[in-house]
């Protein structure tokens, strides 16, 4: 599996735009790149999954560069209901592992 | 339709005892998960299955045992429990893989 390295914690205002940067400089070739949200006392929620160039959906925007060795979650305009734990995912099989995630706090 | 479904939601027991978590699903998942969260931390996995009565350690399976009987329950297993053990316990299950996971409510275990 794929080693990722994302911020512990990143501070935001409501109706910003947050972008989370992910990487994994030893991406294999058949890895996909998911992103999971979650809530204090709930468990993860699957936000978006891509493999290359870019991904959206009506949560959030994935940004995959050409090399593959890092990737962005965008989440457009937050509001405070945004407030969570964000966790970036590579592989190809079965095994989901979770790393630390990047504590994303939206204030008023 | 009820998902991915953690059985119970709290417990609370002494040292030594022994309990068994259950997760049951109803959305013919073929690969099914155990997870724990310390505070603070990430998910870590204990066991996986990737079918009906195949199972693997994940990356901190000691003092857990699990079975997978049936394709939609997986059940995960304390001998005998110890403080270390106290955690919020998920479950998870997944179609395929690189396909959405969908996890259970958790199941907060507190071993005194």
């Known amino acids: 599996l794929a080693k990722t390295t994302q911020p512990i914690s990143m501070d935001s205002y409501e109706g910003q735009e947050v972008n989370i940067t992910c990487s994994h400089n030893?991406?294999?070739?058949?890895?996909?790149i998911t992103w999971y949200q979650q809530f204090p006392s709930q468990g993860p929620r699957f936000i978006i999954q891509?493999?290359?160039t870019k991904v959206t959906n009506e949560v959030a925007s994935l940004f995959i560069p050409a090399d593959r060795k890092s990737s962005t979650l965008s989440l457009p305009r937050v509001s405070l209901s945004d407030t969570a734990v964000y966790y970036c995912?590579?592989?190809?099989?079965?095994?989901?592992?979770f790393g630390a995630g990047t504590t994303v706090t939206v204030r008023a | 339709n009820a998902g991915v479904t953690q059985t119970p939601k709290f417990r609370v027991l002494k040292t030594g005892q022994s309990m068994t978590l259950l997760c049951a699903q109803d959305?013919?998942?073929?690969?099914m998960y155990w997870y724990r969260q310390d505070p603070g931390m990430g998910l870590r996995l204990i066991h996986y299955?990737?079918?009906?009565?195949?199972?693997a350690k994940g990356e901190v399976p000691d003092g857990y045992n699990v079975s997978r009987l049936k394709k939609q329950n997986f059940l995960l297993g304390l001998e005998s429990a110890a403080p270390s053990q106290t955690s919020v316990y998920f479950c998870?299950?997944?179609?395929?893989?690189?396909?959405?996971?969908?996890f259970g409510q958790g199941t907060r275990l507190t071993v005194v």
């Open positions: 891509g493999y290359k």
């Open positions: 030893n991406i294999a070739t058949n890895d996909y």
């Open positions: 998870a299950g997944q179609q395929e893989s690189n396909t959405e996971a969908f």
């Open positions: 995912l590579v592989g190809n099989d079965y095994k989901l592992s």
């Open positions: 299955s990737v079918g009906e009565g195949t199972t």
């Open positions: 959305m013919n998942h073929e690969y």
